[in-house]
């Protein structure tokens, strides 16, 4: 089995990267840690999937295999404990996209979208684009971990929205939610005649060993979902795309279709040969991938738990770090931007005092990031 050096520092500078190439960096360095997506290099099977199409040399149009359906529903059986019927999946380019076509399609002006904060920003811009009213409800930190105000939940679907954006595991914060809370979302959600569009992508990224994935989608019989996994998350190919959308219920199923007509391009050759190998072969770099994360989130919870005025409670699954600053850092995001560290504002997750910070990178790396938001203490 081969061993994989995450230690090993990428310079991916000047490589078209969304993270490391922003015009806003011109001229200064910067260690970037916003943009969800990891510094390590992916699993030899995907590079030698992506050789062999290189190799062969055609990038014609290309459809989704059984052989790659098959591994999908493979996974959800024996990772999530959900069994699916091949016919239920929609293979898409991307989830954000699938999300906005389903919000279009099962939202109105009456019956708005209904979501957490803080959340991943397109579960709030998607509802801001389509011009649908936008509800929301606050998260809260329980017993060391975030999990929803089911009160102010309760009171959001009073209003009667149309869809429920469901972040599991949760960007930002980490949590995996449990069967009891499964329980009082589908029941909320069922009461309330709210349809649950649950986004997974994060699935495969838990670094908490008891944590369990539950798929809201196997309620099947209760209400109608929409469920999103995908591979581009756990296995570092964030830029070729893919997923899959499993959606149970008939008529919904074949109204979001109809709905993508015109509107999604096809997969290309190249992300469907990766899902496929990182769904066969990707198994040995994700074990050795999720104790490197583990180190990076304990090392930055000591460093956290030692730093005056900074709180963070400990992730179950992500990357991405919710830190809470208290007002005598001043604007933290801003000061840590002219020290030449690039974190996200909590703000752009509807969360104030807050920065997101993405520690799938190098020890190295990570530890830069930690003397500069020391060198900051006052
Ligand atoms: C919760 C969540 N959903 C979706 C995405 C992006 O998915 P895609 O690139 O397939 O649109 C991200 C990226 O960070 C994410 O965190």
Same mark, same amino acid.
């Given at each position: 089995?081969?061993?994989?050096?995450?230690? @090993?520092?990428?310079?991916?500078?000047?490589?078209?990267?969304?993270?490391?190439?922003?015009?806003?960096?011109?001229?200064?360095?910067?260690?970037?840690?916003?943009?969800?997506?990891?510094?390590?290099?992916? =699993?030899?099977?995907?590079?030698?999937?992506?050789?062999?199409?290189? @190799?062969? %040399?055609?990038? /014609?149009?290309?459809?989704?295999?059984?052989?790659?359906?098959?591994? #999908?529903?493979? &996974?959800?059986?024996?990772? +999530?404990?959900?069994?699916?019927?091949?016919?239920?999946?929609?293979?898409?380019?991307?989830?954000?996209?699938?999300?906005?076509?389903?919000?279009?399609?099962?939202?109105?002006?009456?019956? %708005?979208?209904?979501?957490?904060?803080?959340? +991943?920003?397109?579960?709030?811009?998607?509802?801001?684009?389509?011009? &649908?009213?936008?509800?929301?409800?606050?998260?809260?930190?329980?017993?060391?971990?975030?999990?929803?105000?089911?009160?102010?939940?309760?009171?959001?679907?009073?209003?009667?929205? /149309?869809?429920? $954006? *469901?972040?599991?595991?949760?960007?930002? /914060?980490?949590?995996?939610?449990?069967?009891?809370?499964?329980? &009082?979302?589908?029941?909320?959600?069922?009461? +309330?005649?709210?349809?649950?569009?649950?986004?997974?992508?994060?699935?495969?990224?838990?670094?908490?060993? @008891?944590?369990?994935?539950?798929?809201?989608?196997?309620?099947?019989?209760?209400?109608?979902?929409?469920?999103? *996994?995908?591979?581009?998350? #756990?296995?570092?190919?964030?830029?070729?795309? /893919?997923?899959?959308?499993?959606?149970?219920?008939?008529?919904?199923?074949?109204?979001?279709?109809?709905?993508?007509?015109?509107?999604?391009?096809?997969?290309? &050759?190249?992300?469907?040969?990766?899902?496929?190998?990182? +769904?066969?072969?990707?198994?040995?770099?994700?074990?050795? $991938?999720?104790?490197?994360?583990?180190?990076?989130?304990?090392?930055?919870?000591?460093?956290?738990?030692?730093?005056? %005025?900074?709180?963070?409670?400990?992730?179950? =699954?992500?990357?991405?770090?919710?830190?809470?600053?208290?007002?005598?850092?001043?604007?933290?995001?801003?000061?840590?931007?002219?020290?030449?560290?690039?974190?996200?504002?909590?703000? @752009?997750?509807?969360?104030?005092?807050?920065?997101?910070?993405?520690? #799938?990178?190098?020890?190295?790396?990570?530890?830069?990031?930690?003397?500069?938001? =020391?060198?900051?203490?006052?």
């Amino acid at each position: 089995m081969k061993k994989y050096d995450f230690d @090993q520092v990428i310079d991916r500078r000047n490589t078209s990267s969304y993270k490391w190439d922003n015009p806003m960096y011109a001229g200064k360095s910067m260690l970037p840690m916003p943009v969800a997506d990891m510094e390590f290099v992916v =699993a030899d099977e995907i590079l030698e999937a992506l050789d062999k199409i290189t @190799q062969h %040399g055609v990038l /014609g149009y290309s459809i989704v295999p059984d052989s790659l359906k098959l591994l #999908a529903q493979k &996974r959800i059986q024996e990772e +999530y404990h959900w069994t699916t019927e091949l016919d239920w999946q929609v293979w898409l380019p991307g989830i954000v996209p699938g999300i906005t076509l389903a919000c279009d399609l099962f939202s109105n002006d009456a019956r %708005g979208v209904l979501t957490a904060i803080p959340v +991943y920003h397109p579960f709030h811009l998607i509802p801001t684009w389509l011009n &649908r009213p936008l509800l929301t409800f606050p998260m809260v930190e329980k017993d060391g971990r975030w999990t929803y105000d089911f009160v102010a939940f309760e009171e959001a679907l009073k209003q009667k929205p /149309g869809v429920f $954006l *469901f972040c599991n595991p949760h960007n930002p /914060g980490g949590t995996v939610f449990n069967q009891a809370e499964i329980d &009082r979302i589908v029941a909320l959600c069922k009461q +309330y005649d709210c349809l649950i569009i649950s986004d997974e992508i994060h699935a495969d990224l838990r670094i908490h060993p @008891q944590s369990k994935h539950i798929c809201i989608g196997q309620y099947i019989e209760e209400i109608p979902s929409i469920s999103f *996994f995908a591979t581009s998350k #756990a296995f570092n190919t964030a830029g070729l795309g /893919g997923c899959v959308t499993i959606i149970p219920h008939q008529k919904t199923r074949e109204a979001f279709i109809k709905k993508t007509f015109g509107y999604m391009p096809m997969l290309s &050759r190249h992300s469907i040969d990766v899902m496929s190998a990182a +769904y066969l072969h990707g198994s040995n770099w994700l074990s050795q $991938l999720l104790p490197y994360l583990k180190q990076n989130h304990d090392y930055l919870m000591d460093f956290v738990n030692q730093t005056s %005025g900074l709180d963070m409670v400990p992730l179950e =699954a992500t990357y991405l770090a919710w830190i809470s600053y208290d007002p005598t850092w001043g604007d933290l995001p801003e000061r840590l931007l002219e020290n030449g560290l690039h974190v996200l504002r909590g703000e @752009q997750f509807k969360g104030k005092n807050f920065i997101r910070l993405n520690f #799938a990178c190098s020890k190295t790396q990570l530890q830069e990031a930690c003397q500069i938001i =020391a060198s900051l203490a006052h």
